[in-house]
C-alpha cells in the first residue's frame, strides 16, 4: 500500500501531538503497547495474550480504502515515536464512534485529551455528533471525554476480547 491510499484523511496537528495515518512502521509500537494487558483489558477489540500478525492486519485494514473507520497514530511533536491510536467509526446521520487508548508510559500526560480536542475540533468526517463509551473501571478514560466536553448517555456493556467477557460501561455524546 502507499500513501495515496490514506490521503483521504487529514494529518491533525496541535502544539502538542500530531494525528497522522498509520503507516507501516507503526507496527511494531503497536504490537508492543497492544500486547501490555494494562491496554488490551481497557479495551473492547485488542486480544490478550497480542496475536502474531495483528499488528500488521490493524494497519493494513486502517489503510485500506474500503475501510469503515479512520485510524490516526497520535505522535508526539519533534519526532516522538508513536504514543498511541484514535480512530472515527463511521455511523449514519452524521455521527461517529470514538476510539483510543495510550501507551502507559503516557498516562496522565494530557496526550489523550489533547489527540481528542484536536480530532474534536478538526470534525475531519464532519459528523454532527461524537460517541464514545468506556469500561467503567477505566475512570481515567471517562475524564478523558468529559474534559473534551462529551456528555455522559447512559450505561451500558460490551465485549471485551482481552477479558474474554462483558464489562460494564459508560456511553458519552458530544455534539458538534
Known amino acids: 500500500m502507499t500513501l495515496d491510499h490514506i490521503l483521504n484523511q487529514p494529518v491533525i496537528q496541535v502544539e502538542t501531538c500530531v494525528l497522522r495515518p498509520l503507516r507501516r512502521s507503526d507496527m511494531g509500537l503497536i504490537e508492543h503497547y497492544g500486547g501490555d494487558p494494562r491496554v488490551a483489558n481497557m479495551t473492547t477489540s485488542i486480544p490478550h495474550p497480542y496475536p502474531p500478525g495483528a499488528a500488521e492486519a490493524f494497519v493494513t485494514r486502517a489503510m485500506s480504502h474500503d475501510r469503515e473507520e ?6 508526539g511533536l519533534g519526532g516522538a515515536e508513536l504514543k498511541g491510536v484514535m480512530s472515527l467509526t463511521k455511523m449514519d446521520r452524521d455521527q461517529s464512534e470514538v ?3 495510550t ?4 498516562w496522565n500526560s494530557g496526550v489523550a ?9 478538526a470534525n475531519p468526517q464532519g459528523n454532527k455528533t461524537m460517541f464514545a463509551s468506556v469500561f467503567q473501571d477505566n475512570l481515567a478514560s471517562a475524564r478523558v471525554l468529559t474534559h473534551c466536553g462529551f456528555e455522559y448517555l447512559g450505561d ?3 465485549f471485551s ?3 474474554g467477557a462483558t464489562v460494564p460501561t459508560f456511553t458519552y455524546s458530544r455534539k458538534l
Open 70 to 75: 479512520d485510524i490516526w497514530a497520535i505522535d
Open 99 to 101: 476510539g483510543y487508548w
Open 103 to 106: 501507551a502507559p508510559i503516557f
Open 113 to 121: 485529551s489533547d489527540a481528542l480536542q484536536a480530532l474534536i475540533d
Open 156 to 158: 451500558a456493556e460490551s
Open 161 to 163: 476480547v482481552a477479558r
